[in-house]
Antibody
Framework: EVQLVESGGGLVQPGGSLRLSCAAS????????MHWVRQATGKGLEWVSA???????YYEGSVKGRFTISRENAKNSLFLQMNSLRAGDTAVYYC????????????????WGRGTLVTVSS | QSALTQPASVSGSPGQSITISCTGT?????????VSWYQQHPGKAPKLMIY???SRPSGVSDRFSGSKFGNTASLTISGLQAEDEAEYYC?????????FGGGTKLIVL
């Protein structure tokens, strides 16, 4: 089955760290560009970070320098290391696969996980 | 980067057509033909409905169509059905990555 499954969310104090994981299955993960998108409760979607199949990385301005995206193709896994967490980082974090470049060069998300909740609070 | 501007809600009766607007700037919507639309039902992950302004992924009904003029993109849903009631988000490429709209709740009366 083609799917993405996130894990690693939880409650963390401001200033703390958390590492999210995303397990991919049913498709060739190593050839896919991957993203993290978050959504605060009752709010809209916000793109967080991306990593290309070749390992190039991109970050939204407010997380640059605090979050690190990485991947381990041998284990079909995507990660997001989150440091110096703030209350504003509280959200459901989705792992998403980008539509292949053979279809379009835009950043479009054609496969999503169910998300993992990160709560930053004292 | 600022979120794209969408109306908070739109409504329509079954069988009618509705249009949701998404306004950005020349740095995002107006500058690239990389606009997409996502549908999200409560408690579910978003679903890609439109990409490259007008293209539909396989499996998406042709009742959904997209367009763009200047800095404003639009999603039109024709033949409205009860199952179309959901939150809709537009998305555009920017120089810094990609940005979403604030979301529009579609209410099917």
């Amino acid at each position: 089955e083609v799917q993405l499954v996130e894990s690693g969310g939880g409650l963390v104090q401001p200033g703390g760290s958390l590492r999210l994981s995303c397990a991919a299955s049913g498709f060739t993960f190593s050839r896919s560009d991957m993203h993290w998108v978050r959504q605060a409760t009752g709010k809209g979607l916000e793109w967080v970070s991306a990593i290309g199949a070749g390992g190039d990385t991109y970050y939204e301005g407010s997380v640059k320098g605090r979050f690190t995206i990485s991947r381990e193709n041998a284990k079909n896994s995507l990660f997001l290391q989150m440091n110096s967490l703030r209350a504003g980082d509280t959200a459901v974090y989705y792992c998403a696969r980008e539509l292949p470049d053979t279809v379009s060069h835009g950043w479009y998300f054609d496969l999503w996980g169910r998300g993992t909740l990160v709560t930053v609070s004292s | 980067q600022s979120a794209l501007t969408q109306p908070a809600s739109v409504s329509g009766s079954p069988g009618q057509s509705i249009t949701i607007s998404c306004t950005g700037t020349s740095s995002d919507v107006g500058g690239y033909n990389y606009v997409s639309w996502y549908q999200q039902h409560p408690g579910k992950a978003p679903k890609l409905m439109i990409y490259d302004v007008t293209s539909r992924p396989s499996g998406v009904s042709d009742r959904f169509s997209g367009s763009k003029f200047g800095n404003t993109a639009s999603l039109t849903i024709s033949g409205l059905q009860a199952e179309d009631e959901a939150e809709y988000y537009c998305n555009s490429h920017t120089s810094g990555g990609t940005v979403f709209g604030g979301g529009t709740k579609l209410i099917v009366l």
